[in-house]
């Protein structure tokens, strides 16, 4: 068994003026495809192939780099495209009440998980996380996550992420990360993030 690429709910140019057609279709088509043929090649007859990205990610200090940075490519880009969406929504009761309990509310959330993206120095991820009930932000280097057994990178079950590499806003936005951040609360899909958090209790 090799992975392969998801299909994105929603077309290329669903998440416009946000996140523009071209970006899209690179990111997933380009980008995303290549951690996951690079991932296939790293894995192939071993005894992982069989695995999920999940398994391997959770336990990926046993792997080579060459896993690292290819399975956390795939697994980081399979959640960001799940949570992203043109139709919103809104956080459910259950989370919006975590977010006023431990984050301090939506507008402490939105700065707060800003930050972590737009300070993540080079490429890397924001992260919304749940530890032992709690909602947690974070951020990742490179294609690293929080599911991984990594000291300093291991945070909790994510379930809402930010994809911060340049190749994620740079046709559209050039080096102003902090617009595509901004950006990026117009065109999240709640209903499954909201499911994630369910699912992370
Ligand atoms: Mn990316």
């Known amino acids: ?3 392969t690429l998801p299909q994105l709910a929603f077309a290329y140019n669903a998440l416009e003026p946000h996140i523009d057609e071209r970006t899209m279709e690179i990111h997933h ?12 090649n790293a894995l192939a007859g071993t005894p992982a192939e069989n695995l999920s990205i999940e398994e391997i990610c959770t336990n990926i200090s046993q792997y080579a780099m060459v896993v690292r940075n ?21 956080p459910s009761p259950e989370l919006a009440a975590a977010i006023e309990t431990d984050l301090g509310g939506m507008e402490k959330f939105k700065e707060e998980f800003g930050k972590a993206g737009i300070t993540r ?7 919304l996380c749940v530890k032992e009930g709690q909602l947690i932000i974070c951020s990742t280097a490179n294609q690293d996550n929080p599911l991984m057994d990594i000291e300093g990178v291991r945070c909790g079950n994510p ?14 936005y050039q080096n102003r990360r902090p617009d595509y951040v901004a950006a990026f609360w117009n065109v ?8 994630r958090y369910a699912a992370s209790l």
Request: charged share 10%.
């Open 70 to 90: 290819n399975g956390g490519g795939h697994f980081n880009h399979s959640l960001f495209w799940s949570i992203l969406g043109a139709e919103g929504g809104t």
């Open 159 to 172: 379930i809402l992420a930010l994809d911060v590499w340049e190749h994620a806003y740079y046709l559209n």
């Open 121 to 127: 120095f080079g490429s890397g991820w924001a992260w």
């Open 188 to 195: 999240i899909n709640w209903n499954e993030v909201n499911r």
């Open 29 to 40: 088509s380009k980008h995303h495809q290549a951690y996951i043929t690079n991932l296939n």
């Open 1 to 3: 068994m090799s992975f």
